[in-house]
């Protein structure tokens, strides 16, 4: 009897401490997962702008040294690069006044060729290319502080610009460079010229000074107003140039685009600062005294290569034969499609929308 009250005793205990525990009911539980859900997310945010904090620091850190570091080579080099990034305008703005940043930006300027080129210098043969040359070869470019690619077309009747609109307008968004090149029905292609793109938020349809296509002007900088020529007259010349609208006419300007400085010209290179423009993303187009088109594009902004600056893209031209040469538009816009694949690194965040390019047409089109 005594053993029989000591059970129920210790059952009647047990019965009291479940009671007493706190177990939450099962509709409870949702709530908690809920209230655990948010202390999770809560804390992952201060986390995550902990550390973005810590790289806007860092970021702001670096650029204020380069400002301001002992190296007034290294500072140039700086804004100048920055400058040249739309979106990235605004970084020297943080340190330096805007009459400082025009004398920075001064001291790399590249000087304008005085002599006038020289078409006589391009001549092109109407013989095919020997057998053993190939009509279009791709090499690898590098160097101390880039990686790129180099095109060479041996018919430059071969090369023309594709446009993004017959008509332009702000309201009609470029095309990425890989559907200018399927719509021209081009086998390579390379971006183009300059376009508005005021914080880097332009659209990319709206083109700055000319555009030539298949002898049409479509675009130019108004009656009376000088742009830069960069592209080729109607025997197959690459001219580069600032011109009115009637004068690229009487030149028999047949496809074009705007942008500078010139690279080369009549053989000889531009006179640049070692760092002139920085170091970024880059494109160019050159000719060799036999016709062959040169289309340069080089990788930056990214680890395997930061860029080149305009005496780099000079002293390539100038090493594979360029009798003339001129700088393309650059950045995220800078390029190369070939075969159909984009051959080269576009700089973050990737391909953008743009007006124009130069594209390369299959051969059984040549002379159409």
């Known amino acids: 009897m005594g053993f029989q ?7 009647t205990e047990c019965a009291e401490k479940e009671e007493s525990n706190e177990i939450p009911s099962a509709p409870d539980l949702p709530q908690t997962k809920k209230n655990n859900t948010k202390k999770y997310i809560f804390r992952a945010g201060i986390s995550v702008l902990t550390v973005l904090l810590a790289a806007l620091t860092a970021l702001y850190a670096v650029c204020r040294t380069f400002c301001f570091g002992p190296s007034p080579v290294a500072r140039d080099k700086f804004v100048d690069s920055v400058h040249q990034a739309s979106a990235l305008k605004f970084i020297p703005r943080l340190f330096f006044s805007e009459e400082q940043i025009t004398e920075i930006l001064a001291n790399s300027a590249p000087e304008e060729f005085k002599e006038p080129q020289d078409p006589g210098l391009i001549v092109i043969s109407p013989d095919p290319p020997p057998e053993n040359e190939k009509d279009i070869e791709l090499i690898d470019i590098s160097g101390p502080t880039y990686k790129g690619k180099l095109l060479i077309v041996r018919d430059p009747s071969r090369v023309k610009v594709a ?16 559907d200018l090149v399927n719509s021209a029905g081009a086998v390579a292609g390379i971006n183009g010229g300059e376009f508005y793109d005021y914080a880097g938020r332009g659209n990319g349809g709206t083109p700055l000074g000319f ?19 960069i592209g080729f007259d109607r025997e197959n010349r690459l001219i580069t140039g600032s011109m009115t609208p009637a004068q690229a006419q009487a030149a028999g300007i047949r496809d074009c685009v705007s942008f500078a400085p010139v690279l080369v010209r009549n053989g000889e290179i531009a006179k640049f600062s070692s760092d002139a423009g920085g170091l970024n993303p880059r494109s160019a187009i050159g000719q060799r005294a036999d016709g062959t088109v040169l289309l340069l594009v080089i990788d930056g902004r990214q680890a395997h290569s930061l860029g080149a600056s305009y005496r780099d893209l000079a002293e390539i031209m100038l090493e594979y034969g360029a009798v003339n040469a001129a700088n393309l538009d650059g950045g995220t816009s800078s390029a190369m499609i070939y075969e159909g694949e984009v051959i080269t690194r576009i700089s973050p965040p990737g391909a953008r929308e743009i007006p124009t390019a130069f594209v390369v047409m299959p051969k059984e089109a040549e002379n159409s």
């Open 211 to 229: 555009v030539f296509s298949d002898g049409q002007m479509l675009a130019s900088p108004g009656n009376g107003k000088t742009a830069m020529v």
């Open 5 to 11: 009250s000591i059970t129920n005793l210790s059952q």
């Open 163 to 178: 446009v993004s609109a017959q008509q332009y307008s702000s309201n009609k968004p470029g095309k990425k460079l890989v």
